[in-house]
């Protein structure tokens, strides 16, 4: 199999240093995942793209600018333990992966979350476990969680993902209407929240008894 290791420093040095994003650990997880391989073979030839690619069950890949600003923001340490909503292939869940020490990835699609769980495993992420659920009630099992990332918009920042959130977590997502929202960025001190927005963001709906219906 192609390495595409040109293609990925290319990405990494045009797409994502080149507009802003500086974290140096983020920037070589960037580097270092083959985000060609989370793509249906016959959509490979895209993989390095600066855009979002579709995956199935209408569902997509994230741009890789905003898969690495999202990271960014996130701020993962080597010892947190990190919730990833909405799994789709699985390249999120990769990046987090090299960068913490324990993922819990969570997938309405039982079709994506199997996929994505055979294609982590086969790149040796062990500490990457994919579950079939409701990723706007989160994953209570393994809660709290430092850190959340969510992978499609919301109406509001669903209840349940802030109540996981471990003190000083932190919990990035986007908010708004199915066409429209920007990137807010929740942090928990106490039993309070502070939040900040960023940049507009254009992301698949998040389906779910806190999020859209349908």
């Not at 990190?82 to 993922?103: F, H």
């Not at 039982?110 to 989160?138: K, M, N």
């Not at 209407?177 to 106490?190: C, I, K, M, Y």
């Amino acid at each position: 199999m192609e390495s595409y290791q040109a293609e990925r420093e290319r990405m990494v040095n045009q797409q994502i240093a080149g507009k802003g994003v500086s974290d140096e650990k983020v920037l070589e997880a960037m580097r270092k995942v083959p985000r060609h391989v989370f793509l249906p073979e016959e959509a490979r030839a895209q993989a390095y793209l600066d855009s979002p690619v579709r995956i199935g069950s209408g569902q997509t890949i994230s741009q890789p600018y905003i898969v690495a600003l999202m990271t960014e923001l996130l701020d993962v340490h080597p010892d947190h333990r990190v919730l990833d909503v909405g799994t789709g292939s699985g390249y999120q869940a990769a990046i987090l992966g090299e960068l913490a020490e324990e993922v819990h990835s969570i997938e309405r699609h039982p079709e994506l979350a199997v996929s994505a769980s055979e294609r982590l495993e086969s790149l040796g992420y062990a500490h990457i476990h994919v579950h079939v659920g409701d990723g706007t009630q989160g994953y209570l099992a393994a809660a709290p969680f430092d850190r959340i990332i969510v992978a499609a918009a919301a109406p509001d920042v669903p209840e349940p993902l802030l109540e996981q959130l471990a003190e000083n977590g932190r919990l990035v997502i986007p908010v708004g209407t199915r066409f429209s929202q920007q990137l807010e960025v929740w942090d928990r001190v106490g039993d309070d929240y502070k939040q900040r927005k960023t940049i507009s963001v254009v992301f698949v709906p998040l389906i779910g008894k806190s999020g859209w219906e349908s």
